[in-house]
């Protein structure tokens, strides 16, 4: 399958990621988010990101642009590629809706971090053709992408989905459905561990986080990644591990859940384990 024609729904900052390198790729890119506003602040941060690719040598900024067009409803495409909060319900019913909108050969994807892809593919009468497409921050620059088949996805739908992101100039790592996936499971509880290590008096922030990159060889420390992820996220994400898994190692920090209580959530907000201007 080529997937020329594809449907972002979620216009945040991993949706318009997503829709930037499948545009660059030269496929037609339909854009949606109900959010007033969010395709708009999608498309700004999309022509910053590609202006910067372009004075480096990139593909010129105006014509990515030109090949993605908002879209006011869930709209047929090949490929939708859904990049909305992390919250099972809200998908789920994304979900229903997009089988509904779709054509029936089109896959439905999904690029939650956590949330389980058999319980998406369920709701679909299209269970063979749903998978987790999971992208990383910033997208336009990390190469990996997690590709997680639920229960019921087919080898085929996998086999496009691997392809595609190859095509994308991504590198592809299989996994199956378990609750976090490989890389949550692994991250999560690393980020959690050093809330944990500040909570504690272990260490303040700065040194936390300097001596993951110096002495793990880490380009970010763990708090600052969380500040970049968004620390509502990563709270979502270990109640997602400790449900699925059944284990309390699982729980987030309770600095973790003071800090998004006070709408402390990182960079989107201006302030997390850091402060942003």
Do not use: W
Request: charged share 20%.
């Amino acid at each position: 399958m080529s997937f020329e024609r594809v449907l972002v729904v979620g216009a945040g900052q991993m949706g318009a990621g997503i829709a930037q390198v499948v545009a660059a790729s030269g496929r037609q890119v339909l854009l949606h988010d109900p959010f007033p506003g969010a395709v708009e602040r999608g498309l700004a941060g999309m022509r910053v990101s590609l202006e910067k690719l372009e004075a480096k040598g990139g593909p010129a900024a105006a014509d990515v642009l030109a090949r993605v067009t908002e879209s006011a409803e869930l709209a047929a495409a090949d490929l939708m590629i859904e990049a909305i909060i992390e919250d099972v319900g809200a998908k789920e019913q994304l979900f229903r809706d997009a089988d509904a909108a779709l054509p029936t050969g089109a896959i439905l994807a999904s690029n939650t971090s956590s949330i389980p892809i058999t319980s998406l593919a369920a709701v679909t009468s299209r269970p063979d053709r749903v998978i987790g497409m999971h992208f990383f921050n910033p997208v336009p620059v990390l190469q990996l992408v997690e590709v997680i088949r639920a229960l019921q996805t087919s080898d085929e739908t996998a086999a496009a989905i691997v392809a595609l992101a190859r095509d994308l100039g991504k590198v592809p790592a299989e996994a199956n459905d378990f609750p976090g996936f490989v890389s949550n499971r692994i991250l999560m509880p690393f980020i959690n561990e050093a809330a944990y290590a500040l909570m504690e008096g272990v260490a303040e922030a700065e040194a936390i986080d300097t001596i993951a990159k110096l002495g793990f060889a880490h380009p970010m420390g763990p708090l600052a990644l969380a500040d970049l992820i968004g620390l509502d996220t990563c709270v979502a994400i270990m109640d997602v591990l400790q449900a699925g898994l059944g284990d309390p190692k699982y729980a987030p920090c309770p600095l973790l859940r003071r800090y998004v209580a006070a709408g402390r959530l990182g960079r989107k907000s201006g302030r997390g384990f850091y402060e942003y201007t």
